[in-house]
Structure formats: C-alpha cells, structure tokens
C-alpha cells in the first residue's frame, strides 16, 4: 500500500449512484483489486457492481430468505460467503451465481463471516455470542472444525491477518486469536464494539462503538490514543469505519445520514457530507486509492471520486 499518497476528501465527490436494491443496503465490499463492488441488503439480495461504470452486472438471490448482514469474498474473486438473518452462510460462485455450499446453523441469525487460513477456512459470528470455523475445502463435511464461546453478547465482526484471527463484540472486546500458538489477546473498552477497522501499516485499530464514539486503539499495547466523537450518531445501528489510504484519517457513516472524516492526530472531524436520505450503514475504500463508496438505508451506493 502506498503511504506517499496524500488524500484530499474535500476534493471528493459522489460521481455514481447505484441503484438497483429494494431495500436498505447493510454491506458495501470491494473485492481485491478494487474493481467490482459486492452490496448486500435487506431485500434478501447482493449485487455485483462495476461502480466505475455504474453497471449492474449480476444480481444474486433466493439463498437467503432474510436480510444480508455481511460479506467475504475470496483473494481469486472467484467466490464469496454471504450470511445474514437465515442463521446460515452461503458460498456462491461469482459467475455462476450458484450456491456451492452452506454453512450452519447458529442459533440466531449470522452477524458477520471472515475468510483466513490461506482461504481455507471460513468464520461465522453470530447473535448467539458465537464463532464457529469452517473448512472452506471440504465440500462434504457440514459441521464445524472448532467452536469458540469466549463471547458474552453477540459477536460482530471477524477479520483475519496472516495467522491471526481477530474478533469484536458488544461486550467491549476486541480478541486477537493466534489460530498457531492457541494464544488469546484480549483488549476491553467501555462500550460495545459493533465494527472495526485495522490500519495499512497494523499498528492501529479503529473501533467503531455503539456509544457514537470511534475509539483509536494501539494494537501492542491496547492503549486508547484517541477518542473521535461529537460529529457521528452511532448507537443504534452497526456502521462500520476505515482508516484512509495513508491512515491518517477515519472514514464513517452515520445514522442521519452523514459521511464523515476524522483527522486521527487532531481528533478533529475535517469533512461532514451529507448526500444520503437515511443512515450510512458501510464505507468501502478501494485498493485502488482512488474511490470509496458509502452505503444507505435509502437503498443507494454511492461512489466517491476525487474532482479533477
């Protein structure tokens, strides 16, 4: 990732709407080279998105019969697992548009799934305070390789890095689990913790809190450096946040409707835009390091490009 890059938001602008969901949009997810955009929404449905172009290029449905809450997609852009309210996950194949393989049940409904493990594995989160591992390559076996319950509510987010896999929650934790070593790294924070975001160069998380506040946290020392609030409403509705390309700043929605970005060193918040009828539920940044997208409730995706 390339730190040299400068970001003027001022300069961005919202220069496509994509518009095709019938209902309010949870997940936004650019696959990994940055080209094509994956959204998930209420109406049961994800779409594939050339968002350069404003095009819809395949739209994937009748897995699930509740809303879509997250997605994950695979480092050859060949698959991806959505999950949602079905207490389910499913694996599609992107040209297709087939289900190859599903993964279940939980108890409750599926906050949040994670691919690791060199792609090998997958991790479902969920309401019912737990994280079940999969084998991504086994097409036959349907029961879970491990089952973790080290959670006290529910379980909202799962990010993988090189051996390590990393899980928030609404009690306050974030737990980094070294799948290697069978190590546990428990950091607590006074609020619940409904999404984070890891910084390019894995020094900084960015904790977006059910208490409006988005809590900068050192990962070696699980110290808080700062505390960005005051500009974003956040209790109700899980609104994830992303650093910026050269982690200088944080980007996050809003329940009002609001994109806004925060200066991490001033705590300050330097844009405050509001384009959206309803809440800002995702933000996407691009590999790119030329776009983002903001997803709504108001059914809209809209990609930001900067104004030349």
């Given at each position: 990732?390339?730190?040299?890059?400068?970001?003027?938001?001022?300069?961005?602008?919202?220069?496509?709407?994509?518009?095709?969901?019938?209902?309010?949009?949870?997940?936004?997810?650019?696959?990994?080279?940055?080209?094509?955009?994956?959204?998930?929404?209420?109406?049961?449905?994800?779409?594939?998105?050339?968002?350069?172009?404003?095009?819809?290029?395949?739209?994937?449905?009748?897995?699930?019969?509740?809303?879509?809450?997250?997605?994950?997609?695979?480092?050859?852009?060949?698959?991806?697992?959505s999950c949602g309210?079905?207490?389910?996950?499913?694996?599609?194949?992107?040209?297709?548009?087939?289900?190859?393989?599903?993964?279940?049940?939980?108890?409750?409904?599926?906050?949040?799934?994670?691919?690791?493990?060199?792609?090998?594995?997958?991790?479902?989160?969920?309401?019912?305070?737990?994280?079940?591992?999969?084998?991504?390559?086994?097409?036959?076996?349907?029961?879970?390789?491990?089952?973790?319950?080290?959670?006290?509510?529910?379980?909202?987010?799962?990010?993988?890095?090189?051996?390590?896999?990393?899980?928030?929650?609404?009690?306050?934790?974030?737990?980094?689990?070294?799948?290697?070593?069978?190590?546990?790294?428990?950091?607590?924070?006074?609020?619940?913790?409904?999404?984070?975001?890891?910084?390019?160069?894995?020094?900084?998380?960015?904790?977006?809190?059910?208490?409006?506040?988005i809590r900068i946290?050192?990962?070696?020392?699980?110290?808080?450096?700062?505390?960005?609030?005051?500009?974003?409403?956040?209790?109700?509705?899980?609104?994830?946040?992303?650093?910026?390309?050269?982690?200088?700043?944080?980007?996050?929605?809003?329940?009002?409707?609001?994109?806004?970005?925060?200066?991490?060193?001033?705590?300050?918040?330097?844009?405050?835009?509001?384009?959206?009828?309803?809440?800002?539920?995702?933000?996407?940044?691009?590999?790119?390091?030329?776009?983002?997208?903001?997803?709504?409730?108001?059914?809209?995706?809209?990609?930001?490009?900067?104004?030349?």
């Open positions: 990732m390339n730190k040299s890059k400068t970001q003027n938001f001022h300069l961005y602008e919202p220069q496509r709407a994509l518009q095709g969901h019938k209902a309010q949009i949870y997940v936004a997810k650019f696959n990994f080279d940055g080209q094509y955009l994956l959204t998930g929404s209420q109406d049961r449905s994800i779409i594939l998105w050339n968002p350069y172009k404003e095009t819809q290029l395949k739209q994937y449905f009748g897995a699930h019969n509740y809303e879509v809450q997250d997605l994950a997609i695979l480092q050859d852009n060949s698959k991806f697992v309210g079905d207490k389910i996950a499913f694996l599609w194949d992107v040209s297709t548009g087939q289900v190859i393989k599903k993964f279940g049940p939980h108890s409750t409904r599926i906050n949040c799934v994670g691919i690791g493990g060199e792609q090998s594995i997958l991790a479902t989160g969920g309401y019912d305070c737990e994280v079940k591992i999969w084998d991504l390559k086994d097409k036959k076996q349907n029961q879970p390789i491990q089952r973790i319950k080290e959670f006290q509510d529910s379980v909202t987010q799962i990010s993988f890095y090189h051996h390590n896999m990393i899980v928030s929650s609404i009690d306050g934790h974030i737990r980094t689990f070294d799948i290697r070593k069978g190590i546990i790294q428990e950091d607590f924070v006074k609020a619940g913790i409904f999404k984070f975001s890891s910084s390019f160069d894995d020094r900084l998380f960015a904790l977006s809190c059910n208490d409006s506040i946290l050192e990962r070696s020392s699980g110290s808080i450096l700062a505390a960005l609030q005051g500009s974003h409403i956040s209790n109700q509705y899980s609104i994830n946040c992303e650093f910026s390309w050269n982690d200088g700043m944080i980007l996050t929605g809003s329940e009002d409707g609001k994109l806004l970005i925060y200066d991490i060193l001033t705590g300050k918040c330097q844009v405050t835009r509001k384009l959206h009828d309803k809440c800002v539920s995702s933000i996407a940044l691009s590999t790119q390091q030329n776009s983002f997208v903001t997803a709504s409730f108001d059914n809209v995706a809209l990609l930001w490009m900067e104004q030349t």
